[in-house]
């Protein structure tokens, strides 16, 4: 059964950073891209950008503005997000979600996604 | 960049067909995903490439995309399909999600 267990909830003081993880279970892990989306209290679904976990390829979403980096440890079969400058409007909670197929394409879905993971910015 | 718009809600009766729409330019032209989300859970595929359906998804769940217009079909709407609805498509090698709709079942 693929599934995708991600780290727990963290409390961050404003500028600090935070490292959210996500373990993959039940699939071969370098053959497909990990995603990351947020989601802050009552708002959308905002895609924050994918690794391909077999040759490192990133993308990221142009709305983080380099405050984002997206790794993996193949050994460890799990993928990683930090995201730095941490402000209030950074409290959401943080999924993971594998991508469909095993290359990255148009047509291409998420899917299974994490359990999330909620990060509270807060003084 | 591109953009995804979902109305905000929509209400339906049970037993009813529900149609949740998601509008972006050439939309017909990419590939449509659709996620479905209930309160205090994770999103979950239940259409992908416009029309496909994952397994164990019910059949009542359908979908369509053509022009700037993709569609989500609920036929015989049930209780249980209140939730969260996001329609997802790619721009090039981005994601993009639209804004959601609040299906209501009355």
């Known amino acids: 059964q693929v599934q995708l267990v991600q780290s727990g909830a963290e409390v961050k003081p404003p500028g600090a950073s935070v490292n959210v993880s996500c373990k993959a279970f039940?699939?071969?892990?370098?053959?497909?891209?990990v995603h990351w989306v947020r989601q802050a209290p009552g708002q959308r679904l905002e895609w924050m950008g994918w690794?391909?976990?077999?040759?490192?390829?990133?993308k990221y979403s142009e709305n983080f503005r380099g405050r984002v980096t997206i790794t993996r440890d193949t050994s460890a079969n799990t993928a990683y997000m930090e995201l730095n400058s941490l402000t209030s409007e950074d409290t959401a909670v943080y999924y993971c979600?594998?991508?469909?197929?095993?290359?990255?394409?148009?047509?291409?879905?998420?899917?299974?996604w994490g359990q999330g993971t909620l990060v509270t910015v807060s003084s | 960049s591109y953009e995804l718009t979902q109305s905000p809600s929509v209400s339906v009766s049970p037993g009813q067909t529900a149609s949740i729409t998601c509008s972006g330019d050439?939309?017909?032209?990419?590939?449509a995903s659709w996620y479905q989300q209930k309160p205090g859970q994770s999103p979950i595929l239940v259409i992908y490439?416009?029309?496909k359906r994952p397994s164990g998804i019910p059949e009542r769940f359908s979908g369509s995309n053509s022009g700037n217009t993709a569609t989500l079909t609920i036929s015989g709407t049930q209780a249980i399909d209140e939730a969260d609805y996001y329609c997802?498509?790619?721009?090039?090698?981005?994601?993009?999600f639209g804004g959601g709709t609040k299906l209501t079942v009355l």
């Open positions: 979600a594998r991508d469909s197929q095993r290359q990255v394409r148009s047509d291409n879905s998420l899917d299974p």
């Open positions: 690794i391909h976990v077999g040759d490192g390829g990133k």
């Open positions: 490439q416009d029309n």
């Open positions: 997802q498509a790619w721009d090039i090698t981005t994601v993009v």
């Open positions: 050439k939309l017909g032209n990419k590939y």
């Open positions: 039940g699939y071969t892990f370098s053959s497909y891209a």
